[in-house]
Nanobody, 123 residues
Framework: QVQLVESGGGLVQPGGSLRLSCVASGGTLDYYNIGWFRQAPGKEREGISYIVGGDGTSYYKDSVEGRFTISKNSAKNTVYLQMNNLKPEDTAVYYC????????????????WGRGTQVTVSS
């Protein structure tokens, strides 16, 4: 099974940017769909973006489309989430997870979760 490790979170002011990384080991990302999710305190985990392993097609939740960009570097076996124009409501723990071929934003279709990285947007 592929193992995933997130990094890149931190504290940023509103309007700022961060790039999250999801590094995979034990498997080749080209064979997996990788999703990014976030969970704020007291809220359910929500899917915000995913990228299809086979063809690199990407999908976004409406609230982040135009601000966040998901991408993949196959040579580094890493998926990135570039987050621009961050807002306080983006504050959450961000997770990546994988599945084999299911094109879905819902967390219930994903497995092999990382431990998450905290993103805090505050002035």
């Amino acid at each position: 099974q592929v193992q995933l490790v997130e990094s890149g979170g931190g504290l940023v002011q509103p309007g700022g940017s961060l790039r999250l990384s999801c590094v995979a080991s034990g498997g080749t990302l080209d064979y997996y769909n990788i999703g990014w999710f976030r969970q704020a305190p007291g809220k359910e985990r929500e899917g915000i973006s995913y990228i299809v392993g086979g063809d690199g097609t990407s999908y976004y939740k409406d609230s982040v489309e135009g601000r966040f960009t998901i991408s993949k570097n196959s040579a580094k076996n890493t998926v990135y989430l570039q987050m621009n124009n961050l807002k306080p409501e983006d504050t959450a723990v961000y997770y990546c997870a994988s599945n084999r071929g299911i094109r879905a934003m819902s967390a219930r279709f994903y497995e092999n979760w990382g431990r998450g990285t905290q993103v805090t947007v505050s002035s």
